[in-house]
């Protein structure tokens, strides 16, 4: 709200905030792979809008291990790691301090 009313600091002007919901695209995966195209094109589609789009993550720690199915596979956070790193990402995430501790820390 305070972003579409333009009371933000500039570097948050003009900016849209998006959530990810992890959990509905790892739930709706039916073959090995699919979350991993899914999420890679999430994040293609943001590079794409040039720091226009900020990411919101709920339950932030669920990053950790999302989409892993064995051997192979890649979890949601070392996919958004580069682009995270390249700053090509921004993303906001909620999640409890104990969760925070447990799964991130």
């Known amino acids: 709200q305070s972003i579409v009313a ?5 570097t948050l002007k003009d900016k849209r905030v998006v959530s990810l919901d992890l959990s509905g695209m790892v739930a ?7 979350f991993e195209e899914r999420l890679k094109k999430v994040i293609e589609d943001v590079q794409k809008a ?4 900020i ?6 720690h669920t990053v950790v291990g999302a989409g892993a199915t064995g051997e192979g596979s890649m ?3 070392n996919m958004l790691k580069p682009a995270l790193a390249r700053g090509e990402l921004h993303v906001v995430g909620a999640t409890t301090i104990d ?4 799964h991130i820390e």
């Open 28 to 34: 709706g995966a039916q073959y090995r792979g699919q």
């Open 99 to 102: 969760e925070y501790r447990k």
């Open 50 to 53: 040039e720091g226009e789009i």
């Open 55 to 60: 990411l919101f993550i709920d339950e932030l």
């Open 75 to 77: 979890d949601a956070g």
């Open 6 to 10: 333009g009371e933000v600091p500039d």
